[in-house]
Every structure is written in structure tokens, then in C-alpha cells.
């Protein structure tokens, strides 16, 4: 298991002039709250490759980390931007490769989404109101 010091580019949260997060306005919670993610979801491993790239990260690390979304898909995040295609995705570290971030890794990050996302579509409140704050 790497440590803290190998870590390179190991962040809590992501670098906000490379991954500010970005929703697609145009999905309603009644769209968001019928439709699976998995409609949307579509990371290439060029793309992947880039996120690690951008975070000065070694792909070969990837199993340490999960190329997230920041702001949710199913709150209304996108996979890319045209002007930024990291703009919505980072390399989140797993607490189980670095438990000395815990609990705030991207196995409680995972919870968090699903909590907010019940809340969303139990509240019909607009995906950018649920959105993780940034």
C-alpha cells in the first residue's frame, strides 16, 4: 500500500483550475430521478489517461484511485467540457489504499452521492442545489 509520501498529487478534494465541476442544466430531477446513470456515463481510457496526466499522477497508480465525477452523474454532473475535459473528473484516492485520509475518500464520497441523490429526487429540488458544494 503506498504511503502519503508516495502519493503523488494525493488530494481530499480536486485542484479547482483543473476540475471545477460542471452539471448539464438541462436534466430535470424528474429525468435524473427515472433515468440510470449508466445512460450517460462514458469515460474512454484516453480520457482516464488524461485525468491521471493532469494530476501528475502515473496511470500505472490507478488502482490506488477511481477517475471520479465531482460533481455526481446522478445529480446532474458531465463526463467533459469542450473548453476543459477534466473540468467534472479526478483521480479521487480510495481510503482503502490511503486510510490516512479516511473517511473522506471515495468510498464515502460514493455514499454521499447516493444520499444526495435520494434527497434530490424525494425533494424534486434542481440538481445544482443537491450538487457536492465546490
Sequence with gaps: MPSLGQAQGLQLYPD??????AINPRLTPAYLCSHPTSDRRNVP?????Q???SYNIPYEARPHYE???FVPLALGGVNTCNDNPTCNL???PHQKSFPQ????GSETKDVLEGTL???LC????PARDCAVAR
Design 122 to 125: 424525494v425533494r424534486k429540488k
Design 67 to 69: 477517475v471520479d465525477h
Design 101 to 104: 485520509i479516511a473517511p473522506w
Design 51 to 53: 485525468v491521471f496526466a
Design 16 to 21: 479547482r483550475q483543473l476540475t471545477p465541476g
Design 45 to 49: 481510457v484516453a480520457l482516464k489517461k
Design 90 to 92: 479526478w483521480p479521487q
Design 117 to 119: 441523490y435520494r434527497t
